[in-house]
C-alpha cells in the first residue's frame, strides 16, 4: 500500500483521518482491556466455585464457568493444558494438550486451528517421536509437516 502523503491532503480530509484513527485506536484499546477484565473475572469466578489449577476437571455449564488459557486439569489419569479460552471441550477431544513429565504426548487430530501443533513441538505417533516442521500443523505424523526423529 501507498503511503499517505498527509502534507498534501486538504484539512476536512485530514480531520476525518486523524479521527478515524483515534477511533480505530480507542476500538483496540477497550478489546485489549475487556480481554483482560474477562480473563480476570473467568480465574475469580472459577476459584469462588472451588476450582483451581491442577484440579480434576469438571464439564462446564457455560461460558461463565469455561476454563481459561492455559488452566492446568486433571482427567483420565492424565495432567492437560487449555489451548484456547473459554474452553469447555473434554480434555483429550479438543482445546487441550497433555503435559508429560518425561517424553513427548501422543499426537491427537487437532479439531482446527484452535489446538494445531506449533512449529517444533514434539509427539509420538506410531512407535516414533516427530517433530512438527510447520506452523500450525494439523497433519498426521508421516504424512506431511513432520520430521521423524526416531523410536519413542
Known sequence: ????????????????????????????????LAQDSNDGLTDAYLTTIGRAPGQPWTQPVGAHDSYPLGWEVTHDGKDWTSLV?????????????ENVADGYPAWVQPAGAHDAYAKDAKVTHKGRIWTSTAANN???PGAYGWNDIGPA
Not at 479460552?85 to 494438550?97: E, I, K, L, Q
Open 1 to 32: 500500500t501507498p503511503m499517505t502523503n498527509y502534507e498534501t491532503m486538504p484539512d476536512d480530509e485530514l480531520v476525518a483521518a486523524m479521527h478515524a484513527i483515534q477511533a480505530e485506536h480507542s476500538r483496540r484499546t477497550i478489546l485489549k
Open 85 to 97: 479460552a473459554h474452553n469447555v471441550w473434554t480434555p483429550g477431544v479438543s482445546g487441550w494438550r
Open 138 to 140: 494439523t497433519w498426521e
